[in-house]
């Protein structure tokens, strides 16, 4: 599998992508509320993140993906996404060190992502990967957590 890589607005491959996390996201359908953020995703808005943010991938075609966005306290994980086929092999996890290179590039302290509440396999992936759950949040409308916020600190590591 090829190392993570960063695309750009232009990138052939974002076609993939969006397959690629409609697939990976398909087996919340009937077990989140409200359902997943997914069914507004177009290529349009795959270039556009490409744009404000980053959308970075590994594998050829892609087999994983994740967004980053720069906040001003924290590097923002979203949609990461890994091909059933690819599960287990680690890519989550790449991306994941990826993006704490990256927050670390940017001055930035800290990873931030969101599950849903109802997803309680991501809550044990993601704290295997050094995420702690730091706090909750409500979708507009409901009046429950609908997700969790976890976060891992970046630790700066001094240049040699």
């Not at 990461?80 to 990826?98: I, K, M, N």
């Amino acid at each position: 599998m090829t190392m993570p890589r960063r695309l750009a607005p232009d990138d052939p491959s974002l076609a993939d992508v969006l397959s690629l996390i409609r697939r990976s996201f398909a087996y919340m359908e009937g077990r989140i509320d409200p359902p997943s953020s997914v069914h507004h995703l177009t290529l349009a808005a795959l270039r556009e993140q490409c744009r404000r943010g980053e959308v970075w991938a590994a594998g050829t075609p892609p087999a994983a993906c994740v967004f980053l966005t720069p906040r001003p306290d924290c590097l923002y994980l979203g949609k990461l996404a890994v091909d059933a086929p690819h599960r287990g092999t680690g890519l989550a996890r790449q991306l994941v060190e990826a993006a704490a290179v990256r927050a670390r590039s940017l001055g930035l302290p800290m990873l931030r992502l969101q599950t849903r509440v109802e997803l309680t396999e991501n809550h044990a992936a993601f704290a295997r990967m050094g995420f702690r759950r730091t706090g909750e949040t409500a979708h507009p409308g409901f009046g429950r957590p609908t997700s969790v916020i976890m976060e891992r600190p970046v630790p700066f590591t001094p240049a040699g």
